[in-house]
């Protein structure tokens, strides 16, 4: 018989029966002796390959098993969230790019964990010309005052928040920058700005924050793994059928895209929707958090889901310590959409 892809080599081979036929005469893909994985056809091996000589350092690992019960679903989070020193960067206007860091007061909002507690703190401070404090002196004096683990950064293009140690999340926001002129500071190089009634005008500005070059607290919110090994059991049992063997899987990502559809006069538009996943979030989400629940009718809706049957495996590369590489593998959900309990086993390794 010729194969499928007309393949000269014949590296392709048709086999001459349908699948769950009596597996003691047909082709057997199975783990064989001596670290090899082959084609087993009764007393033959057709075609096998070596894998004794994979190797990967690791530096965590585990190992677990759990019954999937009908119509359950469980999550695989891995082992790390690859923590890193979470980021916030607001754009400076143009128009006072030029402004002496010695002539600014700023106002914020700051949302932090402190002893297990969600704490908000609001900041009002402002740097001084004659003691020679710019404004991330000021405002870092204030941070260390309040125990806020944080560092602030001012330049001609930006102003940045970054936390001071890896993992610690916060969230700044109602970043609000006024002006120092000569009417409050005689030093100031600034002009005061006085309306028809002859009174002062506040140069105020609030900064729009760039995501697109901030980081969160983590490279992976919902967790990753170097690698892993999956093995599914599924009931001996002469009313599964062979072609029921399977489940689902879904690897999550950090962020999600979607598109809706939004009805506008009598036409319909479809618009993009970007949102951070959060697998231990339940109930519904917000505009930028996608839930749980939201997730799984996301990816259901829109068949997202992957097959796996028996066996799933996946070894990725390290990150490296201060890279930005996203190497590892992401967690994942599992789904048993069937009316039996399937037993799922599976290592992890870090």
Known sequence: MSDLFNNSKNNYVMGATPPCENLSDEFIFEFLPKEYVGIVNGANVPLSMFLGDIQQVVTDYTKEKKLLQSGEITYIPGLTKGLIQRTQVFDIPYYFSTIDKYFLMVDLSINHYRNFRFTSLDVDTSSNYTLNLDIDDAINIDFANNGVGLTSYY??????????????DFDVSNVTVTLIDASLDSSSPIPSIIDASGNRTNQTYV???????????????????????????????????????WIYYNHVPNTKTYYESVAVDTSTYY????????????????????????YLDLITNNNEWNKVGQFYSLVNTVDLLNGDENNLVNGFYLYNPHDFDVMVEYILIN
């Open 207 to 245: 900064l729009v924050e760039d995501p697109s070059v901030g980081c969160e607290a983590a490279k992976y919110l919902n967790g990753a793994m170097l690698g892993f090994v999956l093995k599914i059991e599924y009931p001996v049992s002469t009313t599964v059928l062979c072609t029921d063997e």
């Open 155 to 168: 330049d001609s293009s930006t102003m940045s928040f970054q936390g001071n140690s890896a993992g610690w």
């Open 271 to 294: 618009q993009k929707f970007t949102k951070t996943v959060d697998v231990g979030k339940n109930g519904m989400g917000d505009s930028s958090v996608m839930s749980a629940g939201d």
